[in-house]
């Protein structure tokens, strides 16, 4: 899980806000351009990559995931339209169940029990092995185990995908991984960096 920095709302967004709010319009009447311009600021600021499981994420295959959820036990409503509450989560979906990240955390919130990919720090709670497993950093985090099972971050498909990303680079001098790691082309950043910073930095 790679930290996110937000930054700015769109000016779009803002401006829709600002007009509709006031008429008692929600995040459900977000439509069209709108929400295109949102979904597509969300991705760019986290550089194409899942706020959680870091594979490569675009307009087809990903969503705008709030991370305290709009219902459920402990929702929050009132954050809806909270830039600071949006991410961009891989959507696709197995035999139409959820598989992982955001689709799969639905409407399960708990804040003592998932770690943010807002918060610093986030990043040196888990920890990669070269078979591409995820784990937390500490044994005893019971948090990290907690956000990992709800996110779905070691099933075997990421497994299989982190592994896959480590074997692409692994060859290469750690100073040359390194420069892709800080030079994201088109700033899209390499899927699974945090993986291949960890290991092969």
Known sequence: MKQITKSSEPALFSDWKQQNIPLGMGYGDLHGNVKGVLHAAIMQEQGWICCYCEDRIGQDDSHID?????????????????????????????????????????????VTLLISPLNPGCENRFRY??????????????????TIDKLGLDIDKLRALRASALQALEDLPRDKVQKILDHPISGQFQPFYTTIRKLLT
């Open 129 to 146: 092995a070269a078979d591409g497993a995820i784990s937390p950093a500490n044994p005893q985090d019971q948090v990290a185990r907690v």
């Open 66 to 110: 709030h991370f305290c959820p709009q219902k459920g036990v402990n929702a929050c409503p009132n954050q809806t339209l909270d830039y600071q509450n949006l991410l961009a989560s891989w959507q696709r979906t197995v035999l139409k169940r959820p598989e992982r990240c955001g689709m799969l955390k639905g409407d399960w919130f708990n």
